[in-house]
């Protein structure tokens, strides 16, 4: 009975190590932010009263000529494979300090006026002024966003003509087609004070003009606009990942800083 009753407690230890593996199994599936296997350093920010991940990389240049935020689509990580990963990879060889930030998991629906899309701006501006908010305790206030999807869309209605005055420009990837009564971008670019540039992939485009009408709204309101096309296979351009990274170069350089990151005092 003795030996019953130690073999008993054995298999219920077993049974409650093995639960608490699985349990940890679970959160690192749950959380892709738990490891970072990249380049640079993992950061904790919050905003609206949640955490979320962030991941900065450094120029690998003695100066910086500025910093570029880059921001997944609605559900999208800076770990995932796809254009932002390659960008955060890419940019610093080249003289721009990265930071990569975790969207909003979901993205509200339907989008169908400019009052949706209103409230999917609100969803996504906190994360993007804490972000704003570190770059600025780096020192560095030259900084350029790179947008993808709906989420591009979203961060226009968030900042309406409103910009803080550290964003020097806005790249939109593979921004989504949408119906002219639909569409809150012409609108928003129609007050946009800062360059902005469209970059759609061909997987994109059958059947879309490829939003003419925010080129129309940008010429007339005079509005720096360059529109872009790459033959890419997917909208995470992931066959074409060095063309859009030189296509984004050549469009930032008008807009390089040259300064140099004032180190901010460890606590």
Request: with cysteine; proline share 8%; net charge negative.
């Amino acid at each position: 009975m003795a030996e019953d009753l130690r073999k008993r407690r054995k298999v219920g230890h077993c049974s409650r190590l093995i639960g608490v593996l699985m349990l940890l199994v679970g959160v690192a599936r749950a959380q892709p932010d738990v490891s970072w296997p990249f380049a640079g350093t993992p950061l904790d920010l919050s905003a609206a009263g949640a955490h979320f991940f962030a991941a900065s990389a450094p120029a690998h240049t003695a100066s910086t000529l500025g910093s570029v935020l880059l921001v997944p689509d609605f559900g999208g990580h800076p770990g995932y494979p796809g254009a932002q990963r390659h960008l955060y990879e890419f940019l610093p060889k080249h003289g721009w300090t990265v930071l990569a930030c975790e969207p909003p998991a979901t993205l509200p629906t339907p989008l169908r006026s400019a009052a949706d899309w209103a409230k999917a701006g609100a969803l996504l501006k906190p994360r993007i002024d804490a972000c704003l908010q570190w770059l600025d305790g780096q020192g560095l206030r030259n900084n350029i966003i790179i947008i993808q999807g709906h989420a591009g869309v979203a961060l226009l209605s968030a900042y309406a003509g409103h910009w803080p005055d550290a964003v020097r420009g806005v790249a939109l990837l593979a921004p989504p087609h949408l119906a002219r009564h639909d569409n809150p971008m012409p609108d928003e670019i129609a007050q946009l004070p800062l360059p902005i540039t469209l970059i759609y992939a061909h997987a994109d485009l059958p059947g879309s003009d490829a939003c003419q009408a925010c080129v129309d709204s940008a010429n007339q309101h005079h509005v720096a606009l360059r529109r872009s096309f790459l033959a890419a296979r997917d909208l995470q351009f992931s066959d074409l990942g060095d063309e859009l990274a030189w296509l984004l170069l050549d469009w930032m350089k008008a807009l390089e800083g040259q300064q140099i990151a004032v180190p901010t005092a460890e606590h």
